[in-house]
Each structure stands twice: as structure tokens, then as C-alpha cells.
Nanobody, 114 residues
């Protein structure tokens, strides 16, 4: 049974940092590109960051460039999203995904207050 279990997130003030984790079980993430998405009510799901299988290449949505970093540890079967200098507009439900697969994390709420 494949599971992606997320941790981290919570309520923070603007300017703070958070780190999201997504640990996989039942599947080896090494061959997969990993992705973080986020969604807010009434808006389409947004791809926030992605990382290639080796971790050698990453890509970010413009709004988080320079503030967020996607990382992976294939030995731990885990992908991370380090979020610095958080803004109110980063408030959303964040999901991890093995890109192109039906496997998703359960979602983690990130709320940034002023």
C-alpha cells in the first residue's frame, strides 16, 4: 500500500519559516519527480515546486522563488519543502505528489497571519 504522509505546517506569522515533509512508504520515490502543490478555496490547485529524481534540478512558481526550497532525501524516501519569509498569500493547503501518479499526501494546512 502506497502512502505519502505529510508533516509540518501550522500557523505562523508573516516572515516566519516552516518546513513541510512528505515521507513515502510502499513505493521507492527515487525514480520519480516529486512535486508540491497548494490550493486555496475557490482557486485552482497550483504547482509550487518540483524536483527531479536525482535532486539535481528544481523549478518553482514565480511567487515563491527565492523563498522556498524543495529538497529530497531518497535514502529516507522523503521530500521536503522549506518555506522562508512566509507571506499571507502563502496560506493554503499543501500537498505532495509523485508526479504523474495517483499518489498524494493527505494535505497540510499552512496559515500565515499578519
Amino acid at each position: 500500500q502506497v502512502q505519502l504522509v505529510q508533516s509540518g505546517g501550522g500557523l505562523v506569522q508573516a516572515g516566519a519559516s516552516l518546513r513541510l515533509s512528505c515521507e513515502a512508504s510502499g513505493v521507492n520515490i527515487s525514480p520519480y519527480e516529486m512535486v508540491w502543490y497548494r490550493q486555496t478555496p475557490g482557486k485552482e490547485r497550483e504547482l509550487v515546486a518540483r524536483i527531479t529524481p536525482s535532486g539535481g534540478s528544481t523549478e518553482y512558481v514565480d511567487s515563491v522563488k527565492g523563498r522556498f526550497t524543495i529538497l529530497r532525501d531518497n535514502a529516507k524516501n522523503t521530500v521536503y519543502l522549506q518555506m522562508n519569509s512566509l507571506k499571507i498569500e502563502d496560506t493554503a493547503l499543501y500537498y505532495c505528489n509523485l508526479r504523474g501518479s495517483p499518489y498524494w499526501g493527505q494535505g497540510t494546512q499552512v496559515t500565515v497571519s499578519s
